[in-house]
């Protein structure tokens, strides 16, 4: 069975920071592309972070350039996203997900190959 993990969500307060990871099992996903989405409360699920399989092309939101930084252990079969400087706003859960391809990775929020649950991160002082 093909499984997506997500860990390391909790609660933290504004300006901390946390560090998720997404563990991938049942198969390699060395030949995906990676990313990391989000979906605050009542909101809809919007795109946060991607990496190449390489590893050598990243994007992301604006509104997390310069705070996030997502990256992939091949070895591990692992993705991450670091978070610093996290604001109210970064409050949501966080789903990690799986793509053959970049560009439908990164140009919408539904449909990709593999999906973690998700992680709950609050942002709250």
């Known amino acids: 069975q093909v499984q997506l993990v997500e860990s390391g969500g909790g609660s933290v307060q504004p300006g901390g920071s946390l560090r998720l990871s997404c563990a991938g099992s049942g198969r390699t996903f060395s030949t995906y592309a990676m990313g990391w989405f989000r979906q605050a409360p009542g909101k809809e699920r919007e795109f946060t972070a991607a990496?190449?399989?390489?590893?050598?092309?990243?994007k992301y939101a604006d509104s997390v350039k310069g705070r996030f930084t997502i990256s992939r252990d091949g070895a591990k079969n692992t993705l991450y996203l670091q978070m610093n400087s996290l604001k109210p706003e970064d409050t949501a859960v966080y789903y990690c997900?799986?793509?053959?391809?970049?560009?439908?990775?990164?140009?919408?929020?539904?449909?990709?190959?593999?999906w973690g649950k998700g992680t709950l991160v609050t942002v709250s002082s």
């Open positions: 997900a799986a793509d053959s391809s970049w560009q439908r990775l990164t140009a919408g929020a539904y449909g990709m190959d593999y």
């Open positions: 990496i190449t399989w390489t590893g050598g092309t990243t």
